[in-house]
């Protein structure tokens, strides 16, 4: 089970830390993402990582302004978004999907992901 947090109304400009906390034995084998969807769109993937060390993927609009980050210790994947844009409004899901490895690449289909948050959500005003 993974429970999300952190969402809620800022300006633009500003920043907000999304946390993730998973239980049931999801985490320490599972590679962890973060994905978003705002009203009519697809969800799309924003960040992913696998191994606490490993280097992160990002998609192209969030690049140099999120950060995803991963607590084997107490279970928790975060991100970090900095300079938040009206566009950057959305629910933002949590994800999880096994792996046997910390080393590959890094899964950006929603499809590929067998666990899922409850979504929270983040509304940046002009």
């Known amino acids: 089970q993974l429970q999300a947090s952190g969402g809620g109304l800022v300006q633009t400009g500003d920043s907000l830390r999304l946390s993730c906390v998973a239980s049931g034995g999801i985490f320490s084998s599972h590679a962890m993402a973060w994905f978003r969807q705002a009203p009519g769109k697809e969800r799309e993937f924003i960040a992913g990582?696998?191994?606490?060390?490993?280097?992160?993927v990002y998609a192209n609009s969030v690049q140099g302004r999120f950060s995803i980050s991963r607590d084997n210790i107490k279970n928790t994947v975060f991100l970090q978004m900095d300079t938040l844009k009206p566009e950057d409004s959305a629910v933002y899901y949590c994800?999880?999907?096994?792996?046997?490895?910390?080393?590959?690449?890094?899964?950006?289909?929603?499809?590929?992901?067998?666990?899922w948050g409850q979504g929270t959500k983040v509304t940046v005003s002009s």
């Open positions: 994800a999880g999907r096994r792996i046997t490895s910390i080393f590959g690449p890094i899964t950006t289909s929603a499809a590929s992901y067998m666990y």
């Open positions: 990582i696998r191994g606490s060390r490993s280097t992160p």
